[in-house]
T-cell receptor, first 113, second 116 residues
Framework: NAGVMQNPRHLVRRRGQEARLRCSPM?????VYWYRQLPEEGLKFMVYLQKENIIDESGMPKERFSAEFPKEGPSILRIQQVVRGDSAAYFC???????????FGPGTRLTVL | AQTVTQSQPEMSVQEAETVTLSCTYD???????LFWYKQPPSRQMILVIRQEAYKQQNATENRFSVNFQKAAKSFSLKISDSQLGDTAMYFCASGHSGAGSYQLTFGKGTKLSVIP
């Protein structure tokens, strides 16, 4: 019974490159949330997706960031033309449409040089 | 919009003693949930305890319990018989089902150190 999986766990990019972060929720869970944690801060909501739909992207920066959760495969958070300020830990949480089942992955730590 | 405030950036407690972490929140929602998450050095987010706002009874999970004061919008976490493995960042969070989204709003965290 694998938990929420995120990969890579660590990602290093140079300014201007693209970063792709993947999240596979637990089997049977069709909802994914992405959060960002800056150093010394709590997690901040970015986007909420169901299979093939973006439900709430109110926390996502308008430029350079995008997210998808295709019918098959993991959810992907994509950051284009990364800047140093994008350095953070990115967590996804998977679950069903309730608070009773929302489980966090181990996070991806993105470092932008 | 929801806000969550944790006023204690750092705390320490002797092993086997009891410690209480504070959290206040603000929301205009009538139906909401409150959570405490633990983040050890591994950075994995682990759910410690959950409270439904409509329930008056305080939630408990083994050594962990909450003091939920709805009128005061306070949600403190009590850890009894502290263990070395309790050393971690603790985040208070709130959530509601606004516009079909169950996003969580987190506080900035309290760093708890358990001293042997």
């Amino acid at each position: 019974n694998a938990g929420v999986m995120q990969n890579p766990r660590h990602l290093v990019r140079r300014r201007g490159q693209e970063a792709r972060l993947r999240c596979s929720p637990m089997k049977g869970h069709s909802h994914v949330y992405w959060y960002r944690q800056l150093p010394e801060e709590g997690l901040k909501f970015m986007v909420y997706l169901q299979k093939e739909n973006i439900i709430d992207e109110s926390g996502m920066p308008k430029e350079r960031f995008s997210a998808e959760f295709p019918k098959e495969g993991p959810s992907i958070l994509r950051i284009q033309q990364v800047v140093r300020g994008d350095s953070a830990a990115y967590f996804c949480a998977g679950g069903l449409a309730s608070y009773n089942e929302q489980f966090f992955g181990p996070g991806t730590r993105l470092t932008v040089l | 919009a929801q806000t969550v405030t944790q006023s204690q950036p750092e705390m320490s407690v002797q092993e086997a003693e009891t410690v209480t972490l504070s959290c206040t929140y603000d929301t205009s929602e009538s139906n909401y949930y409150l959570f405490w998450y633990k983040q050890p050095p591994s950075r994995q987010m682990i759910l410690v305890i959950r409270q439904e706002a409509y329930k008056q009874q305080n939630a408990t999970e083994n050594r962990f319990s909450v003091n939920f004061q709805k009128a005061a919008k306070s949600f403190s976490l009590k850890i009894s018989d502290s263990q070395l493995g309790d050393t971690a960042m603790y985040f208070c969070a709130s959530g509601h089902s606004g516009a079909g989204s169950y996003q969580l709003t987190f506080g900035k965290g309290t760093k708890l150190s358990v001293i042997p």
